[in-house]
């Protein structure tokens, strides 16, 4: 099991950028697929991006596919997401999510073992 704090998130104009991160403690980090997921309100949790536990493997959901970049630091235990051109859209609670020896392209809920907090970002236009 692995605790994960996030931070970052926040209000952003339509077209700015953001950046999340993602603590991991307690847990051997490089054994993990890291991934983020979303919720906007009224809708289900959706997958944004994963990485595999060494950075060799990324993938993204269609809907950020190129404004968004999904990276680690494994010396900081660290997930990071970066957002550009961001759209009102893009709006939701955002989570990073844990997934114990994982293949990188983990795009399912299930798959995942441990979640932070979540994290709200709000763009306005």
């Known amino acids: 099991q692995v605790q994960l704090a996030q931070s970052g998130g926040g209000l952003v104009q339509a077209g700015g950028s953001l950046r999340l991160s993602c603590a991991a403690s307690g847990g051997s980090f490089r054994r993990y697929t890291m991934g983020w997921f979303r919720q906007a309100p009224g809708k289900e949790r959706e997958f944004v991006a994963s990485i595999g536990w060494n950075a060799d493997i990324t993938y993204y959901a269609d809907s950020v596919k190129g404004r968004t970049a999904i990276s680690r630091d494994n010396a900081k235990n660290t997930v990071y997401l970066q957002m550009s051109s961001l759209k009102p859209e893009d709006t939701a609670v955002y989570y990073c999510?844990?997934?114990?020896?994982?293949?990188?392209?983990?795009?399912?809920?299930?798959?995942?073992?441990?979640w932070g907090q979540g994290t709200q970002v709000t763009v306005f236009s």
């Open positions: 999510a844990a997934d114990l020896l994982g293949s990188g392209r983990s795009s399912s809920e299930a798959t995942y073992n441990d």
